[in-house]
Every structure is written in C-alpha cells, then in structure tokens.
C-alpha cells in the first residue's frame, strides 16, 4: 500500500540548533511531495512543495528539502531553528495515479526550547 | 480574501447520532476535500469532490457521505455515529480538476467528540 513514514515522532532541539526530519514514501512512481506544519492553535500550512526539476526545494521560515529519488525520501531541513518553529510537522505525498489525494505521514512533534 | 472556513469549530455528538459538518472553500478554488485527523496521526484522506461529484473517496465506509453545491462549498455527513470517529475533521481546498498539481489550502478543522 502507497503509504508515507516519518522517522521522528517526538524531536527537542535547543534554539539555533540543526534539524532534520526524515520522510519516507513508499512507491518509486512519479511523486509529488509536500511538507505541511500545524502551529498550535492553528491550520495546516504549506511549507515547501516539490513537483520535478531541482532536487533541493526552498520553502518558506528557511526551511528547505531535498528529494533523493533512489531512497525514496524527502527529508526537511532547517540549519538554525527559533523558538517559534515549536509545531508539528507532516510529511505528505500525491501520487498522479491518485489524483488530488494527499497521503500524509503521521507527524513529527517539534520543541524548540529557548 | 477568506482563506478556507469550516464550520462548526466543535460539535459533541453521542453514539448513534448524525453529524454535517459544512465547508467553504478558499475563493477561486472548484475542489473540495476532506480529511479526519485522529489525535497523534497524520490527516488521512476520505473523499474529494469536483463538479459537484464524488471523484475519489478514501478507505472510509459508506456511514461517510458528502456533497458539494454549485457555489463549490461541500458537506460532509456521518452517519450511525462510533466512538472512533471522534477526530478532527478538515477540509482542504484547491484550484483545478483532481491531479493537477495545485496546492490544497486547509481550513481550522470542526472537532468532532462522540460519547
């Protein structure tokens, strides 16, 4: 089954650490990913999409991901995290053959602690 | 320019019951899905409509129904309520036929509790 995983359920970072989550899909189609955040208290938000051309993709709030098609992943980035970054995150992949169905991976928890 | 609204923000709903959530979308966008978000999971897919039809529905049984009016603004009905469908319920919003690549933009979500 099409199916997507996100590695961390739970990450704590200090403020200006690193981060990096980790996103896999499970089919080795023609894909288009997204990466969603949910501040709390709010809706979900488009933080980066990739559709084809450039691997790296540039989102908004320096956040960034790179699409390696060889392992099926797409792993978000961001080289010094705020504060305000505290949210959760969601993974998601559209697979054409699906149409407009979004197949979200279950989350990962980010808190940056000041 | 009003971003996607649902309504209501909550509902409480007892077993049995019958619930409509409504939806509507962000302006300018024709297509219309919907999503229930379990607490601690990622939001899973239950159908999309365009044009009025149903155009692709999730792994959902048939208690989940919807509608979408000629003003793109959809609703989602459950019926027979369980306790497992307590959850929130978000509604998604784009621009285009299903599969083309446009960005869905989600609303607040209505929080649905069954006892």
């Known amino acids: 089954a099409q199916s997507v995983s996100q590695h961390n359920h739970h990450v704590i970072l200090s403020e200006a650490a690193s981060l990096e989550l980790g996103c896999n899909y499970s089919?080795?189609?023609?894909?288009?990913l997204f990466w969603y955040v949910q501040y709390p208290g709010q809706h979900l938000q488009l933080l980066l999409k990739?559709?084809?051309?450039?691997?790296l993709v540039k989102g908004i709030k320096g956040f960034e991901a790179e699409f390696i098609k060889s392992k099926f992943s797409f792993n978000l980035r961001k080289p010094s995290v705020q504060w305000s970054d505290t949210a959760e995150y969601f993974c998601?992949?559209?697979?054409?053959?699906?149409?407009?169905?979004?197949?979200f991976g279950q989350g990962t928890t980010l808190q940056v602690k000041p | 320019d009003a971003g996607v609204t649902q309504s209501p923000t909550h509902l409480i709903k007892t077993r049995g019951q019958q619930v409509t959530l409504r939806c509507s979308p962000k302006?300018?966008?024709?297509?219309v899905s919907w999503y229930q978000q379990a607490l601690g999971q990622g939001p899973q897919f239950i159908f999309q409509?365009?044009?009025?039809?149903?155009?692709q529905r999730g792994n959902f049984p048939d208690r989940f129904s919807g509608h979408q009016f000629p003003n793109y603004s959809s609703e989602l009905n459950v019926n027979a309520l369980l306790l497992g469908d307590s959850a929130l319920y978000l509604c998604?919003?784009?621009?285009?036929?299903?599969?083309?690549?446009?960005?869905?933009?989600f609303g607040p979500g209505t929080r649905l509790t069954v006892l």
């Open positions: 998604a919003s784009s621009w285009g036929a299903p599969g083309t690549n446009n960005e869905q933009f």
């Open positions: 089919y080795g189609g023609t894909v288009n």
């Open positions: 990739y559709f084809s051309g450039d691997p």
């Open positions: 998601a992949v559209n697979y054409p053959s699906n149409t407009g169905k979004l197949i």
């Open positions: 302006s300018g966008h024709d297509t």
């Open positions: 409509y365009y044009e009025e039809e149903e155009r």
